[in-house]
């Protein structure tokens, strides 16, 4: 009895330390304390808005539910860690902050014995370093605003996106969200479609207004929805949450609360929310190279709101294959590469499969020497390069496929018009087989399915 005891005790410890990461473990041993986020376990959230929402109800109705029944289960969970927060003595009191789209606790300095603690109870299903978020670098080569005038861009053309436009497709009537390092909203190629209600959260600042400190952002947005011949879709309207931060770094916090303004969109001080203005769909030019799958339940909770996630691949094609960034290396997504004029796959962009062996990227979009809006000031223009840019060209298709009758089409239904009628016959791909695929069988792991032709996917008939 003794002996199956002193088992049961050491299974016990052992489930308790691997919900602790080795990076947390790592930080305990050097500084005995560490910054976390503690993760509870959330599917239960979204079977309770499933149980509860009523057939028929409406886009706003559905995302509400969703969101109740997120902050009801966070608030629930995490009662029993706020317990043993409240018993800390003041000398090793913590910062904590809370999110609930994941439902995931932040807790800065938190000392060992404390982190132990936490990952015995129960409803604890990790506890992790936060992330840091890295942005695509970026060349800028700025040009004056004559260059682009009534002129369609190399990209916009080779995705046939001006053929849709004399059909009067332009992206009406769909928002798009964008989470970045901010937008230059003053500049003539996009003041006209911001949509200024509900259209902008800064978790840092707290600025009333967008603005962009970096001008990845900026270019990003000039592409996905830019006038004069820079964006794909320039009737749609769009909206921007500044996740990356220069003075704060690119912190996991602040992207999930990224996440959760997109989810339901809110004043700049995160109350008076409004759900009926999330986007459609949401770019997201930027990843890191990890193995954890920490955005899951955010991405999760999107899908389930009928909000389409595209994330750029990355610019590690240099690395070889498997090198997919996260969270585009999530099954949820659709992760996008990048090409050039000729139609050769960029040379930095990143090659899967993904960590977890899936097909990555999911389709590629030009994203080589992309001319597109600078932050410097209204009228100035700028080159960019990589999967950053790639991914803009999708999320603008995305935005012409939904507006061409298309606004209730779920995520599948998207996916599929996309990669059902890409351009496979005249791409020219490196010399690599990644993942056991021949360079010359589609769907691979160098351009996912092929590249992009929104023309196609929005006039072809449903697969």
Same mark, same amino acid.
């Not at 060349?139 to 046939?160: C, E, F, L, S």
């Not at 849709?164 to 989470?179: N, Q, R, T």
């Not at 899967?352 to 000031?377: E, H, T």
């Given at each position: 009895?003794?002996q ?5 005790? @050491?299974? &016990?410890?052992? +489930? *308790? ?5 080795? %990076? ?7 500084? #005995? ?6 993760k ?47 018993k ?49 670098k ?6 004056? @605003?004559? &260059?682009?005038? +009534? *002129? ?5 053309? %080779? ?7 004399? #059909? ?24 006209s ?81 409004d ?18 799958f ?144 021949p ?8 351009f ?16």
């Open positions: 009895m003794v199956y005891l002193y088992v049961a005790l @050491a299974a &016990a410890a052992t +489930a *308790v330390t691997a919900k602790i990461s080795v %990076k947390v473990h790592r930080n305990l041993e050097v500084n #005995k304390q560490s910054n976390v986020v503690v509870f376990h959330s599917d239960e959230a979204h079977d309770t808005h499933r149980r509860r929402l009523k057939a028929g109800a409406s886009r706003t109705e559905t995302i509400e539910s969703l969101v109740d029944s997120l902050k009801e289960h966070t608030t629930t969970s995490q009662a029993a860690v706020k317990s043993l927060l409240a800390q003595v003041e000398s090793t009191a913590v910062e904590v902050a809370t999110t609930w789209i994941d439902c995931s606790m932040y807790i800065d300095k938190a000392p060992a014995d404390l982190i132990k603690e936490i990952a015995a109870l129960a409803g604890v299903k990790s506890i992790d370093e936060p992330v840091v978020i890295a942005l695509d970026y060349k800028i080569d700025d040009q004056p @605003a004559r &260059a682009v005038d +009534a *002129v369609n861009q190399w990209g916009i053309n %080779k995705i046939q996106a001006p053929a849709l436009w004399d #059909k009067g497709i332009k992206g009406d009537g769909i928002v798009v969200g964008i989470i970045d390092s901010g937008v230059r909203y003053t500049h003539e190629s996009l003041k479609n911001w949509r200024s209600e509900y259209g902008w959260f800064d978790p840092y600042n707290k600025t009333e207004l967008p603005n962009d400190d970096t001008g990845h952002g900026t270019s990003v947005t000039g592409t996905i929805v830019g006038t004069q011949g820079i964006g794909v879709a320039p009737n749609a309207q769009w909206i921007a949450c500044k996740g990356l931060h220069t003075t704060a770094w690119h912190y996991q916090y602040f992207i999930v609360q990224c996440a959760q303004f997109m989810l339901c969109p809110h004043d700049k001080d995160g109350n008076n929310r759900c009926s203005k999330a986007p459609h769909v949401i770019n997201n030019s930027w990843g890191w190279y990890e193995t954890n920490w955005m899951e339940e955010m991405i999760a909770a999107w899908r389930e709101a009928g909000i389409i996630p595209v994330f750029a691949n990355g610019n590690d094609g240099f690395e070889g294959c498997a090198y997919s960034l996260y969270p585009a290396a999530s099954p949820q997504v659709i992760a996008v590469g990048s090409t050039d004029l000729s139609d050769s796959l960029a040379s930095d962009s990143s090659l899967g499969p993904s960590v977890r062996n899936r097909l990555k990227p999911d389709i590629s979009a030009p994203g080589f020497n992309i001319y597109s809006v600078s932050n410097d000031n209204d009228r100035s223009f700028t080159w960019q390069s990589g999967t950053s840019m790639a991914a803009p060209h999708v999320s603008g298709a995305i935005a012409l496929y939904l507006s061409a009758d298309n606004k209730d089409a779920t995520y599948d239904q998207v996916y599929a018009a996309l990669t059902n009628n890409v351009e496979t016959d005249r791409l020219y791909p490196p010399n690599k087989t990644c993942g056991g695929i360079k010359t069988q589609y769907p691979n792991n160098l996912g399915y092929g590249r992009l032709n929104v023309f196609k996917a929005v006039t072809a008939p449903p697969s």
